[in-house]
């Protein structure tokens, strides 16, 4: 192939290096832009008795202010829970409860202080335990009348929004059968997304009724239709709706969806004619979009003396936060994935996505995976010592192969684990010992294997238009969004590999639904693979067209005519070959003087016709909710400290089966940034809510993510290509994986350089110097909380274990 | 970024007319030069001043000198002057490592030594230096001039000896008697820029004295005079050093925050204080790393 698996340069790169990307926040509108400032609820949860807006709307350069009686609507994508503002109740710090509209930011910042809310503080849970009681007080007492998706299944009157139920074979048989059970729980906290470019959103409704929104999102379309739900009361209907997304900075998952987003399209629609503008300040973007969830999960598995897992039994304990209208689906698709990339024959998952008046959680890159893979990958390091096997070969011997029943009974798609656990262990030299420079430091090396599925509606789809131009170039319109992974130039490589035209002719634009065509999101590492499919397409249907009129004009067959090097040219007659740009616009001269032809036009849509979501409530067989799985392993060279705790990651290697990479170099860009951000979570990111629910950390100042200073001595990224049939030149999805095995594989080298097992993250260095001492982290750890509950884990009942 | 507090803002053209001012509004006003603490006070509301007064203008705050065998560090003199300073690299490596560590590039060219130890956090970088080189400051108001030891000068966390309507006007670091070197150990939650977590600052004179400070494990940033005492006249030997992270552990009294509980602090102090007076102490011989490595970090020869 000449331009897929090439490592073309990014069609972007340009403009971003040089500054001239346009993001959101550059947009200029000119002076008649309003800007919004956000009245907070300073309560986890409360009644709200009164607002008095009268002094801040006297305030000279106030616009409007709005409240939750101006827009008493709901909104969600999977479940209709979240509010536009607050109404009756707040429930996180940090909730919406109003907006000052003002012509100034200073002046809407002061007049919003102005705002007088009166509250009635109620009692709130933050802690699963409680949040779980047979007595537990209620977030949603509505929860019973909220709409949702068709697999979704909340547990009216308590705080369970969502349980999946996973059911395979006969976890008592193969608990039985089993030599060795280990039966463990691990803990895993909130994390923020931090994204560089906060989240900013520009409404403007005009004075016919047109809504269109400058968003700094993942996904314009699915936003257009959350915003026509959420303001249908209102009239407005998807062709009302317009939502043009520039370049993003950083999405991770917190820019899908909608969340703060809603309120830019209600207070345009409050301030007709003029555009209005909602920023979100750095620590509005760490708790008022979503967090990712934190959990708790008891894990039991069987093994016998050969390795061979014989049953797993995985309850998960979701701390969802207040909304869970995105973030029960990531709890959904843990509960039909939580055995990792093994052979298991006996599966029982119970994935519990739990209400707090704790900020929303939602998606963030790894979609759940990152969270449990960091229990099941230290479990299993742990049950293999226990049987004397190294834990390498353990994982060889249990790992998942292509026709594999999966979880939910539907079959695993071609990959090469095995392959890769092999050439990542060759690389860190696994098993070799390596000695520190340094007395007081020691070395380990960890391990772990990874997989992820997206998570998608089984309808979800993607489509793609092409054109050409009098030059022969190409335009092709699409709705995924360049989130920084290089999209925008794999989709001009797949369309370059069909036409023959090299990328840096083709320009592929930012979405804009009025005039792009459809995608559901950019989420899931599925862009590349069903957009891929869709432009695949669209770019076939062109070569088809083009190929016809020379047909038509030269009479050549149809099956004689190919394309190279942006020609037509024809297999029976050598010497033909026609420029494309001689023909794509203005067709092509006949010897009689006129022209056949015209402007070479093109669709193409890709659906996973194959997928379904119609498993069965108490077992989820039957349904085939994942279009593939992507796999890979992990490993790392850490020297730690053992006097400070302080870690230095001297060698970190990813293997991953993409399928066919289309750019191998922004696959590398996958592992190391992927790596990093999980390295980060590993290390160094410690989110802190006060014993009242509010987070204490909103910032970078104690809310640490890495610098230059922080990377790793090496990276060494493995790619491995067993194609994937459905998808375009056999691509598959890579994008949040590459963060997966970060934590486990930290944590399994702790344990090999020092012998300490550590069961919750974060692995600060604080953490492991406190327990290399034999102190306990969470006896000293103080009164504010990180985790989703308090005290100690080994006491924590899990419920669900007595139920079902 | 907007700023919800109203407030003046006056630039005046001499020194003189600044103190003048500040001593008419008082505790109403603030001094504002780097403003890299200041703005960010102002943005998050933690402070309402009615008045902004700013003295970046002025050429007599400016600089770093040489003056009766001290080294002066003028109130506009920024984090990274310190660091590009000949005579500072040369004659008080010490204060340069420290400013090395300082937050990041962008921070460290706004924001100034003086306005370091007036906003006097516990966690400030500048203290525990200018504790171990007996630094002074200086400090002029409605009723002339006035020189505050640095020993005396932190009241409390975000409190100072400055009284309203005073501006410090500079900080002089005299030169070590002896022959001198030091280490500044700066504990950091990674190696980015970050607050403190504890620090510890070590001056080694010939003759086997020692001068240690600490910052992030006090209310203060305070000198640790027993450990100093411990140490003096003798020879630090593997069980000496032992000794003194142990009693050094005695003279703080550190806090459990969102950075870092207090049994941590307490156990990388005795580290730091162990590895700062090996540095210092190699150094001192002439073999020690080159100044600006964290040696919580990096490991030492």
């Known amino acids: ?72 609507y709901t909104f969600g994508l999977y479940m209709q829970d979240r509010f536009i503002f ?316 292509e026709g594999d ?107 804009d639904t009025d005039r792009n065509a459809y995608e559901w999101q950019t989420v899931g590492s599925h862009v590349t693979w069903g957009c891929g499919n869709a432009v695949k397409a669209a770019a076939e249907e062109a070569r088809a067209k083009m190929i016809e009129v020379v047909h038509r004009v030269h009479g050549f067959a149809k099956e004689d005519l190919y394309l190279e090097d942006e020609r037509v040219k024809c297999r029976a007659k050598p010497d033909f070959a026609l420029a494309f740009k001689d023909f794509v616009i203005n067709g092509i001269q006949t010897p009689r003087g006129n022209f056949l032809g015209g402007p070479i036009l093109a669709s193409g849509m890709f659906m996973p016709e194959f997928t379904s979501a119609t498993g069965d409530p108490e077992t989820s067989q039957g349904g085939h909710p994942n279009v593939h799985y992507t796999v890979g392993a992990a490993g790392i060279v850490l020297e730690v400290d053992k006097e400070t705790g302080k870690m230095r990651v001297r060698k970190v290697v990813l293997a991953v089966d993409v399928g066919q990479a289309i750019n191998p170099d922004l696959v590398k860009g996958q592992v190391v940034g992927g790596m990093l951000q999980g390295l980060a979570t590993a290390l160094y990111e410690d989110i802190r809510y006060s014993p009242a629910g509010k987070l204490l950390n909103p910032n970078f100042t104690d809310y640490k993510i890495p610098t230059a200073l922080d990377l790793p001595d090496a990276i060494v990224p493995i790619i491995i290509e067993t194609p994937q049939p459905d998808g375009p030149f056999g691509a598959r999805g890579v994008g949040e994986h590459t963060m997966i095995p970060s934590a486990p594989i930290v944590a399994n080298a702790i344990e090999d350089a020092t012998g300490l097992r550590i069961k919750s993250l974060p692995l600060t260095a604080e953490k492991v110097a406190l327990e290399l001492r034999g102190i306990r982290y969470d006896d000293v750890k103080g009164e504010t909380m990180g985790l989703c509950f308090m005290g100690d884990p080994q006491k924590y009942a899990f419920f669900a274990k007595s139920k079902a | 970024m907007s700023i919800a507090c109203e407030f003046d803002y006056r630039k005046p053209k001499t020194l003189s007319k600044a103190i003048k001012l500040l001593a008419k509004r008082g505790r109403d006003a603030r001094v504002l030069a780097g403003g890299t603490d200041l703005v960010g006070w102002l943005r998050d ?91 002074v400051v200086h400090v002029r108001g409605p009723n002339g001039k006035r020189r505050v030891p640095i020993g005396q000068w932190f009241l409390g966390p975000r409190k100072t000896a400055i009284r309203p309507g005073e501006i410090v006007t500079s900080v002089t670091v005299p030169l070590p008697a002896k022959k001198a070197a030091g280490c500044f150990v700066k504990l950091k939650r990674y190696r980015g820029e970050d607050l403190a977590q504890a620090s510890v600052a070590v001056l080694a004179f010939s003759g086997r004295e020692y001068r240690l400070a600490f910052g992030a494990v006090a209310p203060i940033a305070v000198r640790g005079p027993r450990t100093e005492a411990l140490l003096k006249g003798q020879k630090l030997s593997a069980g000496l050093l032992e000794e003194a992270g142990k009693l050094a552990v005695e003279e703080i009294v550190p806090i459990t925050d969102i950075r870092s509980t207090k049994e941590y602090r307490s156990l990388m102090v005795e580290v730091m204080v162990r590895r700062a007076l090996k540095t210092a102490a190699a150094r001192l011989a002439g073999r020690g790393p080159a100044y600006g490595i964290n040696v919580m970090e990096e490991d030492t020869p």
């Not at chain 1, 920084?484 to 930012?510: F, H, N, S």
């Not at chain 2, 300082?102 to 230096?129: E, F, H, K, L, Q």
Request: proline share 6%; with cysteine.
């Open chain 1, 1 to 72: 192939m000449k331009f897929v698996g090439q490592s073309a340069t990014r069609i972007d790169e340009r403009e971003k290096v040089t500054g001239a990307a346009p993001y959101a926040d550059d947009l200029d509108f000119g002076p008649n832009l309003l800007h919004a400032e956000i009245v907070e609820s300073p309560h986890a949860h409360a009644i709200i008795k009164k607002i008095d807006v009268s002094r801040a709307r006297k305030v000279p350069g106030v616009v409007k202010v709005v409240t939750g009686k101006d827009f008493p």
């Open chain 1, 86 to 401: 607050a109404r009756d109740r707040v429930r996180f710090v940090g909730e919406q409860v109003a907006a000052v509209i003002a012509r100034d930011p200073v002046t809407a910042k002061r007049a919003a202080r102005l705002v007088k809310v009166t509250y009635e503080p109620l009692p709130f849970v933050l802690d699963l335990k409680e949040a779980l009681k047979e007595d537990a007080l209620l977030v949603h007492p509505d929860l019973k009348n909220y709409g949702h998706c068709a697999w979704f299944f909340p547990v009216p009157d308590t705080n369970i929004a969502h349980w999946r139920k996973t059911r395979k074979g006969d976890i008592e048989a193969g608990f039985r059968e089993a030599d060795t059970v280990l039966e463990d729980t691990y803990t895993v906290p909130r994390y923020a997304h931090c994204a560089i470019e906060p989240h900013v959103i520009v409404g403007q409704c005009d004075l016919s009724g047109r809504l269109t929104l400058w968003s700094s999102s993942q996904s314009p379309h699915t936003q257009r239709h959350v915003f026509a739900a959420a303001l249908a009361p209102l009239g407005l209907k998807h062709q009302d709706i317009r939502v043009i997304t520039p370049y993003v900075g950083g999405g991770f998952g917190g820019k899908a969806g909608v969340s703060m987003e809603i309120i830019a399209a209600a207070l345009a629609l409050a301030v007709k004619g003029a555009p209005v503008k909602v920023r979100w300040t750095r620590e509005q973007e760490f708790y008022n979009t979503y967090q990712r969830q934190g959990v708790i999960a008891r894990i039991k598995m069987g093994v016998k003396k050969d390795g061979s897992i014989t049953a797993i039994e995985h309850t998960l304990h979701w701390d969802a936060g207040a909304y869970v209208e995105y973030g029960a689906n990531v709890v959904n698709a843990v509960g039909l994935s939580a055995t990792g990339p093994y052979r298991v024959p006996n599966v029982k998952i119970d994935s519990v996505c739990v209400y707090t008046n704790l900020p929303p959680g939602g998606p963030y890159r790894g979609f759940g995976y990152s969270e449990f893979m960091f229990g099941l990958e230290s479990h299993i390091n742990r049950i293999a010592k226990m049987i004397g096997l190294d834990p390498v070969e353990f994982r060889r011997r249990n790992a998942i192969r």
């Open chain 1, 405 to 511: 029943t999966l979880p939910y009974g539907a079959h695993m798609n071609p990959c090469a684990l095995v392959d890769a656990i092999d050439k990542t262990a060759a690389e860190i030299e696994w098993g070799k010992k390596e000695e520190a420079a340094a007395p007081n430091k020691v070395i380990g090396k960890g391990f772990a294997c990874f997989w992820k599925a997206p998570a998608m509606p089984p309808n979800a789809a993607s489509a793609a238009f092409l054109k050409f131009s009098e030059d022969g170039s190409v335009n092709i319109s699409v709705s995924g969004m360049e989130i920084g992974q290089g999209y925008l130039t794999v989709m001009a490589q797949i369309a370059a590999e069909v036409l023959t035209v090299p990328p840096e002719k083709i320009r592929v634009e930012t979405p």
């Open chain 2, 45 to 135: 509301s933690l402070v309402a001043p009615d008045l902004l007064v700013d003295i970046k203008g002025f050429e007599e705050l400016k600089g770093i000198g040489f003056k009766n065998r001290a080294l002066v560090l003028g109130a506009l003199a920024t984090f990274s002057d310190v660091l590009e300073s000949e005579l500072v690299a040369q004659h008080f490596p010490l204060l340069r490592e420290m400013a090395g560590m300082v937050a990041s590039n962008g921070v460290r060219n706004r924001a100034t030594v003086v306005g370091n130890i007036c906003s006097a956090v516990p966690c400030c970088d500048a203290g525990p230096v200018l504790q171990v080189y007996n630094a």
